[in-house]
Nanobody, 125 residues
């Protein structure tokens, strides 16, 4: 089993920054990719960013490209999401996820099989 624990959410004004962290524990593998998704009220869960754990390749949704940065610390088994120039439309519950699925598609939530509990990010205008 893999446990994922997010932290770092909160309330911030538009234009501000936040850093989310997601620590993985349990039965983890050094090659498992990880991603961030978010879900706003009454909306579908959507892809935000993902990282190939071993190569460090990164992927972003168009809506956050240039503003958000995903990174990982292999030694700490932790993935980060640095969010800059935040907008009110970034308000959502943010979830980190880890994939042990061979057919992993970075933007497809169905290809992630472990999820954190989520952390609320609220951006005020």
């Amino acid at each position: 089993q893999v446990q994922l624990v997010e932290s770092g959410g909160g309330l911030v004004q538009a234009g501000g920054s936040l850093r989310l962290s997601c620590a993985a524990s349990g039965r983890t593998f050094s090659t498992n990719p990880m991603g961030w998704f978010r879900q706003a009220p009454e909306k579908e869960r959507e892809f935000v960013a993902a990282i190939n754990w071993s190569r460090g390749s990164t992927y972003y949704a168009d809506s956050v490209k240039g503003r958000f940065t995903i990174s990982r610390d292999k030694g700490k088994n932790t993935v980060y999401l640095d969010m800059n120039s935040l907008k009110p439309e970034d308000t959502a519950v943010y979830y980190c996820a880890r994939s042990t699925i061979q057919w992993w598609i970075y933007s497809d939530s169905r290809s992630y099989d472990y999820w954190g509990q989520g952390t609320q990010v609220t951006v005020s205008s």
